[in-house]
């Protein structure tokens, strides 16, 4: 009358009552009564009987007699994570914050075990990853611990694997997700990074002056050396010239000397040099030396002085 009143189906009725009389209806007591509940998906319920472990109740609609039977609790089968700091030091002194996150699953075959063994597994497993980080990560120095988290991972896996599949949890896998070392150690290892990165760069620009430094001096070297060439061939042709100039000189002209004709065309230089010289732009006066006396060399180096002045 109670499930009809709430106008339940005829069917699930009659599956109750079949389900009462034969596993859980007592007629000694006449004051029990059917209490319905529901197990979610990937979950499963313990059902206890005055106290006592009872039965497992599986995903779904589900009838317990109350007040002797109870919904003790429920467990998911879904893979959970735990996320544990660790603060601790290394080799070197230098304390660090390790946040380990350990993922983990409960067994299908010994719910019993997971229910029931542990008052709290989430202080057990907290337990073994202080136990074993803190007996690790000070056998190792600040840089060795970066470069070892995988093993430091592994360890503690291996040792969470041990002792929790006894108590129906199975370790998933277990990740050292950051290491965190303190403010003024990350800023001195900034520093010594960016000094070994500044020493590195003056030393490739060192170098690299030093390449162009070589390389400006070859090169110099070498625009001396075709300099000093070309003046060597432009004075062997002059030379050639003047040699040249004389024999024609001498064959043209009978009775004539090779020092005459030497002065000769060096006063033709010196009157060229003299034109070049008064034709340049920023030239405004020309002093020619001539033979003189004293009081006419006195005048001269007055006259030159008075010139500069102007200019």
């Known amino acids: 009358l109670f499930f009809l009143s709430l106008k339940v189906p005829s069917l699930i009725v009659l599956h109750i009552v079949i389900l009462i009389e034969k596993q859980l209806f007592l007629p000694q007591f006449t004051m029990c009564f059917p209490c319905c509940f529901t197990i ?60 380990v996150s350990v993922q983990y699953q409960i067994l299908r075959e010994k719910v019993y075990d997971a229910f029931y063994a542990l008052t709290n597994p989430h202080q057990q497993i907290t337990a073994h990853v202080y136990d ?31 002792t929790m ?15 965190d070392p303190d403010q003024r150690v990350k800023n001195a290892m900034n520093e010594i990074n960016s000094s070994k990165r500044l020493k590195f760069a003056i030393a490739e620009r060192a170098e690299g002056d030093k390449i162009l430094l070589v390389k400006s001096a070859e090169a110099e070297a070498e625009a001396k050396y075709l300099s000093g060439v070309g003046v060597a061939k432009q004075r062997r ?38 034109r070049d010289v008064g034709s340049a732009s920023h030239c405004k006066t020309t002093f020619v030396p001539s033979t003189q006396t004293m009081s006419d060399s006195l005048r001269n180096s007055m006259i030159q002085a008075e010139s500069a002045k102007l200019e």
């Open 40 to 99: 979610s998906t990937a979950e499963v319920g313990i059902i206890e009987r005055w106290g006592k472990y009872h039965r497992l109740a599986q995903p779904g609609f589900g009838i317990a007699i109350c007040p002797m039977d109870q919904v003790a609790g429920r467990l998911s089968f879904r893979v959970q994570q735990l996320d544990v700091r660790v603060e601790t030091k290394t080799l070197d002194n230098v304390f660090l914050t390790a946040v």
């Open 165 to 179: 599949t006894g108590y129906g949890y199975q370790i998933m896998q277990t990740l050292i997700t950051d290491l």
């Open 132 to 162: 074993v980080l803190r007996a690790q990560l000070p056998t190792l120095e600040l840089d060795a611990v970066f470069e070892a988290k995988e093993e430091l991972a592994l360890a503690v896996k291996n040792a969470l694997s041990k």
């Open 237 to 274: 042709a002059i030379v050639d010239g003047l040699k040249n100039s004389i024999m024609d000189f001498s064959s043209e002209v009978k009775g004539s000397s090779k020092k005459e004709i030497m002065d000769l065309l060096l006063l033709n230089q010196y009157f060229d040099m003299v």
